[in-house]
């Protein structure tokens, strides 16, 4: 199992959301969080406004699945997210040892989609 965290642009939350259910990955945790790339988060344009700071604010994604959906979550994140600008996000893979759905106790790829 995975655990895809990826870091993207507010706006375009909802076209990942929908190319994220296009590939039936439909688990998904959102959180607004404040961050920085490379530029130092020294200006971005946010829905047409020049944005200016140090922190700007971002969308995280938290998708745990089974090694064989990784691809297709990282592409369809990739397809949605992308605008070809600086700030566009960054996606992280990590190794997920275990999941458990509290409310049967079923652990693992039971568990996790
Ligand atoms: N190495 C990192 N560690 C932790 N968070 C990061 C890292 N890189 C990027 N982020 C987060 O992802 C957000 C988007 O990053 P961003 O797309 O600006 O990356 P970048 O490396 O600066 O690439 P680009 O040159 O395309 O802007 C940042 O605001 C920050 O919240
Ligand atoms: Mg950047």
Do not use: W
């Amino acid at each position: 199992m995975k655990l895809v965290i990826a870091i993207i642009q507010p706006h375009r939350l909802e076209q990942v959301k929908k190319e994220l259910y296009n590939v039936e990955v439909n688990l998904i945790t959102v959180s607004e969080v404040l961050g920085h790339g490379r530029q130092k988060g020294i200006t971005e344009v946010y829905r047409g406004v020049k944005e200016t700071g140090n922190l700007l604010r971002k969308i995280r994604l938290e998708i745990a699945v089974n090694d064989n959906f990784l691809d297709c979550t990282v592409k369809a994140i990739v397809k949605g997210a992308k605008t070809g600008a600086t700030g566009d996000g960054k996606i992280f893979v990590l190794d997920l040892q275990e999941c458990i759905r509290i409310r049967t106790e079923e652990t693992g790829s039971l568990a996790i989609g």
